[in-house]
């Protein structure tokens, strides 16, 4: 990755990026784009919160507080919660300038179908973060609808991550990434019920 970052032309922008357990992308925006684009993703396992609302290199980038608050709201998990046990969190910086080593864009991305029983809870949780967010919520229902005839609540995965991201004098948007499910569709998760075993 650091050679890679270093043949675009971003020599400084390796040493810039948050600590993770692997860097499992690597993009380039190609075309006529004003300023192109490269993005580095890093893995993090075991992703709590806090954790999260360090992860941004950007100069004027998100608060932590706003980067924890996103955090708790996909992946549903509350503040006594110790972090992401499954699938693992991504954060994405994009570079732009080749004369500096800071970032002009950041996203947090979370792996919601991980930590959901079935597509519904993914649903309501991503309707709010795009509410919160001041964006449409019902542009998700119309792209679920045009995917799949299935009620959400008969699979899990159609809705696969959430993501936060922030971008150099834009405002923050959501971005939801749904699976196509071409193959087959992952049934809910069934929660089984503990029953308490007889003393004898």
């Not at 400084?12 to 690597?26: C, E, I, K």
């Amino acid at each position: 990755m650091r050679e890679a970052l270093h043949r675009l032309g971003h020599r400084q922008a390796y040493d810039g990026l948050p600590r993770g357990a692997g860097h499992p992308f690597l993009a380039l925006d190609l075309g006529d784009w004003a300023e192109p684009r490269v993005k580095v993703y890093v893995r993090h396992d075991n992703l709590t919160a806090g954790q999260a609302g360090r992860l941004s290199r950007m100069d004027s980038g998100p608060g932590p507080a706003a980067v924890e608050g996103f955090f708790r709201a996909a992946a549903g998990l509350g503040p006594d919660a110790t972090g992401l046990g499954g699938r693992p969190g991504l954060s994405c910086h994009s570079f732009t300038d080749t004369r500096t080593a800071r970032p002009s864009g950041f996203t947090l991305h979370i792996p919601v179908r991980d930590y959901v029983r079935h597509d519904g809870e993914a649903l309501v949780r991503a309707s709010r973060v795009l509410r919160h967010h001041g964006m449409d919520a019902s542009v998700l229902d119309r792209a679920l609808a045009a995917l799949t005839e299935r009620r959400p609540e008969d699979g899990v995965g159609l809705i696969a991550y959430l993501a936060l991201a922030h971008q150099r004098d834009r405002a923050p948007r959501v971005t939801a990434y749904l699976s196509s499910e071409a193959y087959a569709v992952r049934p809910p998760v069934v929660e089984t019920v503990r029953r308490p075993v007889p003393v004898a």
